[in-house]
C-alpha cells in the first residue's frame, strides 16, 4: 500500500487500523498536520506488516514509528525525500529521530541478525544499513541534508553513539566509509560491536581515517576477527599507481600486524 498525500495522521492511523493483513506499506510526503494532536493519536497494529518504507520528515517520522505496532521481523527504510532541513538537523529534533529509529533496528536485528553492515559518512550524509546485493529488503536509515552543508558534529556524535548500541555478533563483512572530518573516538565504539567481523571494505577517498583505522585495530581491542580489509579506491586513492604514503601506510601496518600477532591482509581492490 502507498500513501503519497498529506492527510492528518489521524486519519492514517485509522485507516491503516483496519488492515491486519497488510504486507507492505510506503509512505511518503506526509507531514503532522495542523489538527493533528500527537499525544492523543491512535496506536495501530499491523501484525501482517513484511516491510515499511518512510519517506518523511524527522517529526512525522517519530510520530508514525511511535503510533504503528509492527512485528519484529518487519523490514524498514528511512529515506527523507525532501532531505534534513536545517531545523530538522537541530539536537532537539535529530536526536530523537536517531534514537526512535535505533530503537526499530534493535528489535529488527533480533530476528534478523545481519551479517553485513554499511556505514556511510560523507559531506551531508549519514547512512546505516545491513543491506547488500543479495537482501532486496531490511533496514536502512539515511540522512542527507538539504543546505549543502555537512552535519554539526553533535549530529555525528548521536548518529555513532546511538548505532553503537546494538551488537553485531554475526555481521562477518563491515563497510566503512567515513570522512576525514570523522574523529576517531566517535567511531572507535561502534567498531567494537563487531566481534565477528572477518572482513571490512573501506572506500578511500582520504588516507587520513585509514590511518586512524589503523592506530585503532593496533592500539585497541576491536575487530580480533578481522583477517581481511579491502582497500576500494575513491576519489584520491589510486590503485594502480597509489602514492607513496599510502603504500608507507600499508606497509606500516604490515609490519606492525606480524609484531602485534594480529594476521590481517590489507588488499588494494578496483570495486
Known sequence: MYIGHSFPLSDILDALSTMNSLEFL???N?????????????????????ELQLGVDAITCVALLDHLKTPPTCALTYNAPNLLTTAEVAEDV????????????????????????????????????????????????????SDQLDFLMDAVKTFF???????????????????AETPSHLWRPFLERFPSAQVMLMSIRDIGYFKAVVEILLQTAVLLSLKIIKLRPGEQFDPIHPKAHELEVIAIFEVMRMLSGRPVQVMRVNQ
Open 26 to 28: 510506503e509512505i511518503r
Open 30 to 50: 506526509v507531514e503532522v498536520h495542523q489538527d493533528d494532536d500527537i499525544q492523543h493519536l491512535r496506536r495501530t497494529k499491523l501484525p501482517g506488516l513484511r
Open 94 to 145: 535529530f536526536t530523537p529521530l536517531v534514537s526512535m529509529l535505533v530503537k526499530f533496528a534493535r528489535r529488527y536485528f533480533k530476528s534478523h541478525p545481519p551479517t553485513n553492515v554499511v556505514v556511510h559518512r560523507a559531506h551531508g550524509m549519514l547512512c546505516f544499513s545491513d543491506m547488500n546485493h543479495r537482501v532486496t529488503s531490511g533496514f536502512l536509515a539515511l540522512f542527507r541534508r
Open 161 to 179: 553513539s546511538q548505532f553503537s548500541l546494538p551488537r553485531f555478533p554475526k555481521t562477518t563483512r563491515l563497510w566503512l566509509e567515513l570522512s
